[in-house]
């Protein structure tokens, strides 16, 4: 029996399988360094671990009004994501000379379920003004 289960293991195991066994993530990085232990060749395998920076892409943003006499930014708000919030911090970043601002329907809703974090806190801590549901007259 216990041939037989072998015999079995052996037809169902892949090079895949195998390789993993060994540290191999496939059977062609086995074959190679199969060759080259039998050619007698010193290397070492997924050792060196090497940097590198992927390139930004470039991307636009639409704010949804400008107050041209202010030159003020408004960003209407009802949902604020987690991908609103980053391209908002990038934009503050990369543009910290401009004004731009929030009106959310609630900026006391949470950034998360899990989160205590309202928009309203996130605001404060990132540099941005914002009101609820209107644009205050000192704005303006």
Same mark, same amino acid.
């Given at each position: 029996?216990?041939?037989?289960?072998?015999?079995?293991?052996?037809?169902?195991?892949?090079?895949?399988?195998?390789?993993?066994?060994?540290?191999?993530?496939?059977?062609?990085?086995?074959?190679?360094?199969?060759?080259?232990?039998?050619?007698?060749?010193?290397?070492?395998?997924?050792?060196?671990?090497? #940097?590198? !920076?992927?390139?930004?892409?470039?991307?636009t943003?639409?704010?949804? /009004?400008?107050?041209? =006499? %202010?030159? $003020?930014?408004?960003?209407?708000?009802?949902?604020?994501?987690?991908?609103?919030?980053?391209?908002?911090?990038?934009?503050?970043?990369?543009?910290p000379?401009?004004?731009?601002?929030?009106?959310?329907?609630?900026?006391?809703?949470?950034?998360?379920? #899990?989160s !205590?974090?309202?928009?309203?806190?996130?605001?404060?801590?990132?540099? /941005?003004?914002?009101? =609820? %549901?209107? $644009?205050?007259?000192?704005?303006?």
């Amino acid at each position: 029996m216990k041939w037989q289960q072998r015999r079995l293991y052996k037809k169902t195991q892949t090079s895949k399988t195998v390789g993993l066994t060994y540290g191999f993530r496939s059977g062609l990085e086995e074959a190679i360094a199969s060759e080259l232990n039998n050619q007698g060749v010193v290397y070492e395998f997924e050792k060196t671990k090497l #940097k590198y !920076t992927k390139p930004q892409k470039a991307h636009t943003y639409t704010p949804d /009004f400008y107050l041209i =006499d %202010k030159k $003020i930014f408004i960003e209407t708000k009802g949902l604020f994501t987690t991908q609103d919030r980053q391209k908002m911090r990038l934009i503050k970043e990369q543009h910290p000379n401009l004004d731009i601002r929030f009106v959310f329907s609630n900026s006391k809703s949470r950034i998360s379920k #899990k989160s !205590t974090t309202t928009y309203g806190m996130w605001c404060d801590k990132y540099g /941005f003004k914002y009101s =609820d %549901k209107h $644009i205050p007259k000192e704005w303006l």
